[in-house]
């Protein structure tokens, strides 16, 4: 860990006043490269931007940058537009739908069009049987998964179309999980927000949800391909818009029923030292020990595993992942054998349930 790089990250987040003697002699090429491995291209640059000339980056870094920072805040107002759209056309045939992550978390940061943005995912209500004989009746070959489906592009966007929200490899965890999402699911399907520049609503997670469910998403890519800075990052402006103590002691006692204590103290650990999170905004007590391995993963995989160097297949198929997936899990294996233990043999099963559907 570079931890000038993370003194500016922590710059970047803050209100502090610029003052370019605290970053002369910066590898600047270097910090980019390492905004760009994170996906968090656009809200470093929101740093750079409060930088006087004294900062000394060189023109050709800032421009690419600047060139870069521009692209994301396009992409951006294209995802919005296109996720009201499609959202729309769901409404219209019949579906409620809750948008996870994506556009919705972008509305958590100060500036929402500095988030790297990715693809849209969206919760249909609904059976798994229904949404795929929804689907397939537009796309018919869409490739699909245990928790969701490929609907075709829009403009260029990938959209998956959620069953549920994430799933546990343990069949005992996952059965709680889908319960919370089936208890919870109402009242997200009801929560609606204006997407910047938009003029119709969609529906999205409420803080509440968002603080069991995000942590899931964080929990299971990390023993799949990997996690990075910026699904942590959400993590963060989620947890800066602020809780009181009774809603605290909630989401930590689903957590805790979720089998995901431990877990969520190693992230609280991660929170502290990429952004520097108050304790006040903690869920629970930091895990110095177990943060430290979770710390050390986001700092190999990069963005959902893309710059994972260690234990890549030669493959992207199927197989290919499943092989990543299991040459990374003995790694993690003595600090949370529940889920990595479980892994290995939801990879068994899946392929033939999926026949089912095929």
């Not at 391909?225 to 818009?241: A, N």
């Not at 006040?280 to 893309?306: S, Y």
């Not at 160097?309 to 493959?315: I, L, M, P, Q, T």
Request: include cysteine; hydrophobic fraction near 40%.
């Amino acid at each position: 860990m570079n931890s000038t790089y993370i003194s500016f990250l922590h710059f970047c987040l803050s209100d502090a006043p610029a003052n370019d003697d605290d970053w002369k002699g910066m590898d600047w090429q270097g910090l980019h490269d390492f905004a760009a491995k994170q996906a968090i291209t656009g809200v470093v640059f929101r740093g750079v931007e409060r930088l006087g000339k004294g900062a000394g980056i060189a023109k050709e870094v800032l421009f690419n940058w600047f060139a870069e920072s521009e692209q994301i805040k396009q992409r951006n107002t294209l995802l919005n537009t296109v996720t009201t759209a499609v959202t729309k056309r769901f409404a219209n045939d019949g579906f409620r739908f809750c948008i996870l992550k994506g556009q919705g978390n972008a509305m958590m940061y100060p500036d929402p069009a500095t988030r790297n943005p990715g693809d849209i995912d969206v919760w249909l209500e609904g059976s798994r049987k229904d949404i795929l004989s929804y689907v397939r009746s537009v796309s018919p070959d869409a490739p699909f998964q245990y928790h969701h489906v490929d609907y075709p592009p829009v403009k260029g966007v990938g959209i998956e179309v959620h069953f549920m929200p994430s799933f546990f490899s343990n069949p005992l965890q996952n059965r709680k999980m889908q319960a919370f999402f089936k208890e919870q699911a109402d009242e997200q399907f009801r929560h609606f927000v204006q997407l910047p520049g938009c003029t119709g609503q969609v529906a999205v997670p409420t803080d509440a949800f968002n603080r069991v469910y995000q942590m899931t998403h964080i929990m299971r890519h990390l023993f799949d391909e990997g996690i990075g800075i910026r699904q942590l990052m959400d993590y963060y402006f989620l947890l800066k818009r602020g809780f009181t103590e009774e809603e605290r002691q909630r989401t930590v006692k689903t957590l805790e029923h979720l089998g995901m204590t431990k877990f969520t103290s190693a992230v609280m650990y991660v929170l502290q030292q990429l952004f520097g999170m108050e304790d006040r905004l903690l869920l629970v007590k930091p895990d110095k020990h177990l943060g430290e391995v979770v710390l050390e993963e986001v700092f190999h995989t990069g963005n959902f595993g893309r710059q994972e160097d260690r234990f890549v297949a030669d493959s992207n198929t199927g197989m290919g992942f499943a092989k990543t997936v299991m040459r990374r899990l003995p790694h993690l294996m003595r600090y949370f054998p529940v889920e990595t233990l479980s892994r290995p043999l939801f990879l068994a099963w899946y392929p033939l349930w999926k026949k089912r559907y095929e």
